[in-house]
C-alpha cells in the first residue's frame, strides 16, 4: 500500500543557513511515524514545510500522491494535512467552542461530538476563554482543533512539551486511540520514551538530516539512540 | 428640570458622537485584526461621499439605491487599498513579522501615501470647494421633539450606526467569516495552521471596514451639506482618538468614546467659541495617553 504522507529528500535554506537537508519521511495509512530529535535539529521547521507555513527549497510533499509541496497552508489543511503545531497556536482571547468551530472550516459542528468524547475536559470548559486554561486543556483544545477537520494526516508538534507525566500518558493513550480509529500521525516529539512506545517507525533528526531510520522497537534497543536520548538504559 | 437650551446640545453630541462612531467602527476593525493604523480611512469617507455625489448628480435615483453603489464603491475601495498599501509589506506572514514594528510604520507611510494621493486627486478633479449636492437629497428636515428639534439626518443616522454595530458584533461572534477575522486577529499563525485564508479573511476585513467608512461619508455629507476633497480629515482625526479612548482595539469601547466625544464637543461649544470645540478631542487623545495608556475602559487588551 502506498504512503499517505510521503516527504522525499526536503531541504529547506532559510537565509544562508541550510535548516533540512535531503530529509525524507514517510506515514502509512493508519500508522503512527515518529521523528526524534534534541531542540534545534529541525523537527518544527519539518512540520512547518508540510503545513505550508515554511516552503522548502528542495524536494518534495506529497499527500495521497498529490503533490503539495508549493500549496499554500489553507489549501494543504484542505486536503486533510492538520497540524497540532508548537507552541499549540489556540486562539486565547475566544472560547474553547469557537476555537473549535474555526478548526472544524467547512465541517463545522458536525465533527464536533468526536472530539469531545476524546476530551471530555474541553466539553466542561465550551464557554470558557481558551487562553484561560491550563497548559494540559490547551494541548487537548489544539489537538482537539486539528481533528475537527477529520484530517487524512494528523501532525503532532511535541504534544508532550511541558506537561505533567500523566498527561503525557493521556496524550499517548490518545494518539494510540485515534490511530485505532484509522488516522495517521506523524508525532515529533523530544520525548525519545513516550514517542517510541507509540511509534510504529522512526527517524532521528540531527542537524537537519535524518541520521537513523527505522522500526521503532529497533530503535529502543539501538546504543545511538538509547545513550544519547534515553539516558544509556530503556525499560 | 434640565434647560431646554442643554438638551438641545446633548441632542447635537448624539448625532455628532453617532457620526464619528460610524467612522471609528470600520477604523478599529482594521486596527484590531491588523495592529497596523490604516491613514486612508478618511479618504475611504470621502472617497464615499463622492461616489454618492456622483451617483445624485448623474441619475438622481433613490436614496436607497444611493448608499448601496456607495457602499459597493467602498468595497472595492478598501479591496484597492489592501493590495497596494498593505499586502505589498505582508511578505513575510510569520506572526513576529505581521505583529513587528517595521510592518506598523511601513504601512503607516503607506496607507497615508495613498490618502495623500487619493485627496489630491480629487481636488484635481473636483476642485477643493465645496461641492453643491441637490437639495432634495439633504438629510436635514427638521423634526419637533417636545423642547428639542432634531432632523431626520439624526434618525438616519442612529439607525445606520446601530445596525453597522449590532450587524458587526453578530457577525463576529457567529458567522464564519466573523470568526476567522477575529482567529486572525487574535493568533495569524494559529489561523493558518487551521486551514484559514489568511490573505482572503485580510481583505474582507478591509472591505467591512470600508464599506462603513464610505456609507459614513455619503451620510455625513448630506447630512451638513458639505462634500469637499478634505472632508475626510476632521472625522479621521476624531475616530482615531476614540480608538486611542476606547482602548484600541475594542469596538464596544470606541462607540462609547465617539458618543462622549460628540456630546463633550457639544457641550464645550456653549462654553468656548465653536473654533475651539476640536481642542476637545485632543485634549481627550493627550489625557488618555497620559493617563489611561490602556484606553478607559480597563487594562483588558480584548481585539476586535
Known amino acids: 500500500m502506498s504512503n499517505l504522507l510521503e516527504v522525499r529528500n526536503l531541504s529547506l535554506k532559510i537565509g544562508v543557513q541550510e535548516i533540512l537537508h535531503d530529509v525524507s519521511v514517510s506515514v502509512p495509512r493508519g500508522g503512527i511515524v515518529a521523528v526524534l530529535g534534541a531542540n534545534g535539529v529541525g523537527k518544527t521547521s519539518l512540520m512547518r514545510c508540510i503545513s505550508g507555513i515554511y516552503h522548502a527549497t528542495g524536494g518534495s510533499i506529497l499527500v495521497d500522491g498529490e503533490d503539495i509541496t508549493k500549496l499554500k497552508s489553507h489549501e494543504i489543511a484542505e486536503r486533510g494535512v492538520l497540524q497540532a503545531p508548537e507552541g499549540r497556536q489556540i486562539f486565547s482571547n475566544m472560547t474553547v467552542l469557537e476555537n473549535l468551530v474555526i478548526g472544524g472550516g467547512p465541517l463545522g459542528k458536525q465533527e464536533l461530538d468526536h472530539v469531545l468524547s476524546l476530551f471530555p475536559r474541553l466539553e466542561e470548559r465550551l464557554k470558557q476563554q481558551a487562553g484561560s486554561m491550563s497548559g494540559g486543556e490547551q494541548?487537548?483544545?489544539?489537538?482537539g482543533r486539528a481533528l475537527m477537520r477529520k484530517p487524512k494526516?494528523?501532525?503532532?508538534?511535541?504534544p508532550s512539551l511541558g506537561l505533567a507525566p500523566k498527561l503525557v500518558r493521556f496524550i499517548c493513550d490518545l494518539v494510540e486511540r485515534i490511530r485505532s480509529e484509522g488516522y495517521s500521525v506523524l508525532l515529533v516529539e523530544q520525548n525519545v520514551k513516550a514517542a517510541l512506545r507509540i511509534a510504529g517507525r522512526a527517524s532521528v533528526i540531527e542537524g537537519g538530516r535524518i541520521v537513523i531510520e527505522g522500526e521503532a522497537d529497533d530503535l529502543a534497543r539501538d546504543p545511538r539512540v538509547t545513550d544519547a536520548y534515553l539516558g544509556g538504559h530503556v525499560h | 428640570m434640565l434647560d431646554p437650551y442643554y438638551l438641545q446640545q446633548l441632542t447635537i453630541g448624539l448625532s455628532l458622537g453617532m457620526i464619528y462612531a460610524l467612522m471609528a467602527i470600520g477604523f478599529t476593525l482594521i486596527f484590531g485584526v491588523l495592529n497596523v493604523v490604516n491613514f486612508a480611512h478618511g479618504e475611504i469617507y470621502t472617497i464615499g461621499a463622492f461616489a454618492g455625489l456622483l451617483m445624485i448628480?448623474?441619475?438622481?435615483?433613490?436614496?436607497?439605491?444611493?448608499?448601496l453603489v456607495v457602499m459597493a464603491v467602498g468595497a472595492l475601495a478598501g479591496f484597492g487599498l489592501e493590495r497596494l498599501a498593505f499586502k505589498p509589506f505582508r511578505r513575510f506572514?510569520?506572526?513576529?513579522?505581521?505583529?513587528?514594528?517595521?510592518?506598523?510604520?511601513?504601512t503607516l507611510m503607506s496607507s497615508l501615501a495613498m490618502s495623500i494621493v487619493a485627496r489630491e486627486s480629487l481636488e484635481l478633479i473636483f476642485g477643493s470647494q465645496f461641492q453643491s449636492v441637490d437639495l432634495s437629497y439633504l438629510i436635514n428636515k427638521q423634526i419637533q421633539l417636545g423642547p428639542v428639534t432634531i432632523v431626520n439626518g439624526d434618525l438616519i443616522i442612529f439607525a445606520v450606526a446601530l445596525v453597522m454595530f449590532l450587524g458587526l458584533q453578530w457577525l463576529l461572534k457567529y458567522s464564519t467569516i466573523g470568526l476567522s477575522i477575529r482567529a486572525?486577529?487574535?493568533?495569524?499563525?494559529?489561523?493558518?495552521?487551521?486551514?484559514?485564508?489568511?490573505?482572503r479573511t485580510i481583505i474582507l476585513t478591509f472591505v467591512i471596514g470600508s464599506v462603513m467608512g464610505a456609507l459614513a461619508g455619503i451620510l455625513v455629507g448630506l447630512y451638513y451639506g458639505a462634500i469637499y476633497p478634505s472632508m475626510g480629515f476632521t472625522p479621521g482625526i476624531k475616530a482615531f482618538v476614540a480608538m486611542v479612548m476606547g482602548g484600541l482595539s475594542s469596538i464596544p469601547g470606541a462607540v462609547i468614546s465617539a458618543m462622549i466625544l460628540g456630546i463633550t464637543e457639544s457641550m464645550a461649544t456653549s462654553v468656548v467659541s465653536s473654533v475651539w470645540a476640536d481642542m476637545v478631542a485632543y485634549a481627550f487623545l493627550l489625557i488618555t495617553l497620559v493617563f489611561f495608556p490602556q484606553g478607559l475602559f480597563g487594562a483588558r487588551r480584548e481585539r476586535v
Not at chain 2, 448628480?57 to 439605491?65: H, M, Q
Not at chain 2, 506572514?93 to 511601513?106: H, P, V
Open chain 1, 139 to 143: 494541548q487537548m483544545l489544539c489537538i
Open chain 2, 184 to 199: 486572525v486577529s487574535n493568533n495569524p499563525l494559529g489561523a493558518r495552521y487551521c486551514g484559514i485564508n489568511t490573505d
Open chain 1, 153 to 158: 494526516v494528523l501532525l503532532l508538534d511535541e
Open chain 2, 57 to 67: 448628480a448623474t441619475f438622481g435615483p433613490p436614496l436607497l439605491a444611493v448608499l
Open chain 2, 93 to 106: 506572514s510569520d506572526e513576529a513579522s505581521m505583529k513587528s514594528r517595521a510592518m506598523r510604520e511601513a
